[in-house]
């Protein structure tokens, strides 16, 4: 008998244990739903340049994050033949902070690049998800005299002699201020300058700032954001005497701000401000209206210039998503014939964009009075998960009553 009440108990327990269980593992409606799909991300490009046919992109960075991954992505420099200081992180592979960086380098035929670096960083948790990149190069010295007179004599001399002599005929007018502010003689500056091209001289240089691009995301909100620090361009510098041409440019911005919980964008773009001198314009520095073009008159076989101060877009994409851009500063340096097309370089771009699903809104249920059993027959698999539940615990108490009866 006493085994008998024993194996009752032990019934009773079991089936009130499986009925506790039960109260802790069956999920709730919507329990295992997924939550609202984000995404952001922003992209920056300090130099893109072109010179006799040939490209490179300098200071390149990307930044972007999205539900369960991140991706960030930073380049000192970029060419279809190579690239110099170029890192990348993801969420498996977090990256660092750390540059790295390359140089010199002397790759490119008619340039020299004094460094090329760049970091990529990914940062997630169970709150946040952070990306961020860098990218950065030294001095670039545009050099394309240098190449020419390394080919065999017989095939160079007639053409560059040519080419100099016209280059320093449409000069003459130009030079004429420093010729004033100097003891030679025009004839003598034209000489100088005419050893120094045979020489290798620079024909221009930029100065290149960094870039940075940054996109977190929280529980409350996704921010994205590019920042250029932008250059400095000087054209032929002459003797000691000032650059022919100097451009000035800005920091350029762009950033994205969502909040989750509206799921509304606030886009904010930092236009570039740019500053040229030039002595063809009076010598006195020149701010280009954004959204206005520049033109420097210079004598053939320079050729002219043209600035293209670019402005900032805002807006909204078809899918909802917030976009804000910084267009680069557009310049097309010495159209003439001496050049075969010119030099082409765009400065300082951002893009931003960020958009997020509305997240839930949390609400408090009172619960009922009085407990109400759950009606037979129903589909619901919660409500038929609480009715054996119930029918567990009804069986271990009736057990237990049982074990303690006497026989």
Excluded: H, W
Excluded at 98 to 103: A, D, I, L, P, S
Excluded at 386 to 392: K, P, R
């Amino acid at each position: 008998m006493e085994t008998v009440m024993n194996v009752r108990r032990t019934m009773g327990i079991t089936a009130l244990a499986a009925a506790a269980a039960g109260l802790v593992f069956v999920p709730g409606a919507g329990a295992q739903e997924a939550g609202p799909a984000y995404a952001g991300s922003s992209s920056g490009e300090a130099l893109n340049l072109s010179l006799f046919g040939q490209g490179l992109t300098a200071g390149t960075t990307l930044a972007e994050v999205a539900p369960g991954s991140g991706t960030a992505k930073g380049a000192g420099l970029a060419t279809p033949l190579f690239e110099a200081g170029v890192t990348s992180a993801s969420a498996t592979e977090p990256g660092s902070a750390e540059e790295t960086c390359e140089g010199p380098l002397e790759q490119v035929p008619g340039l020299s690049i004094a460094l090329a670096c760049s970091s990529s960083l990914v940062t997630m948790d169970e709150a946040s998800a952070t990306a961020a990149a860098t990218g950065r190069v030294g001095a670039i010295t545009l050099n394309p005299v240098a190449p020419i007179l390394d080919t065999p004599l017989s095939e160079v001399v007639g053409p560059a002699e040519d080419g100099v002599d016209q280059l320093l005929g449409g000069l003459q007018p130009v030079l004429g201020p420093i010729d004033d502010a100097s003891d030679l003689g025009l004839e003598d500056t034209l000489g100088e300058l005419f050893g120094r091209l045979f020489d290798g001289a620079d024909l221009v240089t930029v100065t290149v700032g960094d870039t940075a691009s940054t996109t977190t995301a929280d529980a409350a909100t996704l921010t994205t954001s590019c920042a250029a620090e932008g250059a400095r361009v000087d054209v032929l510098s002459i003797l000691d005497g000032p650059p022919l041409i100097s451009v000035v440019v800005g920091q350029a911005g762009s950033a994205v701000d969502v909040d989750r919980g509206t799921g509304a964008g606030t886009p904010t773009v930092t236009p570039a401000l740019v500053t040229v001198e030039s002595a063809t314009l009076g010598g006195t520095p020149i701010t280009v209206p954004v959204g206005q073009t520049l033109e420097i008159p210079l004598p053939e076989p320079l050729g002219p210039s043209f600035i293209r101060v670019a402005d900032g877009t805002t807006g909204t994409n078809e899918d909802g998503s917030t976009f804000a851009t910084a267009d680069a500063v557009s310049l097309d340096l010495l159209n003439g014939e001496a050049l075969m097309g010119g030099v082409e370089l765009e400065l300082a771009g951002c893009t931003s964009v960020a958009g997020a699903e509305v997240l839930p809104e949390t609400t408090t249920t009172t619960p009922a009075a009085t407990a109400q059993l759950p009606t037979t027959g129903s589909d619901d698999a919660s409500t038929l998960a609480l009715a054996g539940i119930a029918g567990l615990a009804g069986l271990g108490l009736a057990l237990l009553r049982r074990s303690g009866d006497p026989a």
